[in-house]
């Protein structure tokens, strides 16, 4: 049975010109980039143009890209990477309460060791409250960290202001881009981030690869936090040739898409919102709508609970927020930290809208939505207390 996936904000399909790119460096194409051998060279020549290609998505320069497991492990290396082992309070690091949890279990894991960790506000509309953050940096700040595009409501953070704060008192700013980048333009010299990541998955390239950006002016303040080989300095381990490539291709895919992408999303963004509100009374978005990407659609339908909706529906893949928090029966920690109450949380669903779906998947899909919200509506009408 088709089914019609409206989570790519979870995971996208591989493009097929991904797939063709990364296919030779499976086969024939095996050397070990580090190799000084004829093999070796020309896998090297793949890493270094995909690099180039991942630099270029973001403004960075070739030199300032390390290839990753992911946006994970980029999270990781660059926030544990900014303290030593040794470090306790009054050294302190920033995070932002809507972050995924790579960045946040981070944070409890450096307030394990004595780190002070500190929260920074955020507002209903999703954005973090700079005046608030502004308070909470101080000279013993070492990082300050968010998401550029949160993955639950798609709120894109005003990351150039958050640097300058950070800078203004010596500390860093790390942005997770996982779902910014291909979504909206980056210029990280512009934007001011010290340190970003960014994941092939969520742009149509494969699982098991990202990079981390590093701001060659700061790489002295990050010490690595795990030791091999030294294929880079902040990240040993061979390079795994075939995904980095990919990265590299979903990179200039994203790259030369992006806008006619971004127009193509409001297009079914609004659709998508026509059908819903049309078919279910009092649907409401969360967060502020002219303040996120077009791609993230947060929507409560009341009377109806995100979870039965996602769980009971054959052929269209949703969800109730972030992939790492779905098995979670509480209402999404993202969701609350906004001012959103348990019961519009438990009643919210994220639609992820993928500019290269078919027009009339998303029709049927978000159609199939609003059937079985209805149908779930009813029977929570029909028996009260267990809707
Ligand atoms: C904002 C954000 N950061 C980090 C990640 C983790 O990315 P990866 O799967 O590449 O480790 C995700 C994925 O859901 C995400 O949405």
Not at 130 to 156: F, K, M, P, Y
Not at 337 to 342: F, L, R, Y
Request: charged share 20%.
């Amino acid at each position: 049975m088709k089914v019609i996936y409206l989570d790519g904000c979870a995971t996208t399909r591989v493009d097929d010109e991904v797939l063709d790119a990364m296919l030779p460096f499976l086969r024939e194409e095996y050397g070990n980039p580090s190799s000084p051998h004829v093999m070796g060279k020309r896998a090297r020549r793949a890493v270094d143009a995909a690099t180039e290609s991942t630099a270029r998505l973001i403004g960075a320069d070739p030199g300032e890209v390390v290839f990753t497991s992911g946006a994970t492990e980029s999270n990781n290396i660059a926030l544990l990477g900014m303290f030593a082992h040794h470090d306790t309070a009054p050294v302190n690091g920033v995070f932002c309460p809507t972050d995924h949890k790579s960045s946040l279990a981070v944070g409890q894991a450096l307030a394990a060791r004595g780190v002070e960790t500190r929260i920074m506000r955020v507002l209903p509309s999703g954005r973090v409250d700079l005046d608030h953050l502004a308070g909470r940096i101080d000279l013993n700040t070492r990082v300050a960290t968010a998401a550029w595009v949160n993955s639950e409501i798609g709120v894109v953070q005003p990351v150039a202001a958050m640097a300058a704060l950070c800078h203004a008192a010596g500390a860093l700013l790390h942005v997770d881009a996982a779902q910014a980048a291909g979504r909206i333009p980056i210029e990280v010299r512009e934007a001011g981030a010290d340190t970003l990541s960014i994941s092939a998955h969520k742009i149509h390239g494969p699982k098991g690869v990202g990079a981390l950006y590093v701001r060659r002016e700061i790489r002295h303040r990050l010490r690595p936090v795990m030791y091999g080989g030294g294929q880079h300095a902040l990240r040993s381990g061979t390079i795994p040739t075939h995904l980095v490539v990919g990265l590299g291709k979903a990179c200039e895919l994203a790259a030369d898409r992006l806008d006619a992408e971004w127009r193509r999303v409001r297009r079914l963004r609004a659709t998508a919102l026509d059908i819903l509100r049309a078919g279910i009374p009092g649907v409401r978005v969360n967060g502020d709508p002219d303040a996120g990407v077009p791609h993230v659609l947060s929507v409560v339908l009341p009377g109806v609970r995100g979870e039965s909706l996602v769980s009971s529906l054959r052929s269209v893949a949703l969800s109730t927020g972030s992939a790492c928090n779905s098995g979670s029966q509480e209402p999404s920690y993202v969701l609350t930290a906004i001012g959103v109450d348990a019961e519009d949380a438990n009643c919210s669903v994220r639609m992820c809208l993928d500019p290269r779906m078919a027009f009339e998947d998303l029709v049927l899909g978000v159609e199939l939505v609003v059937e079985r919200a209805r149908a779930l509506a009813d029977v929570a009408v029909a028996t009260p207390g267990q809707g």
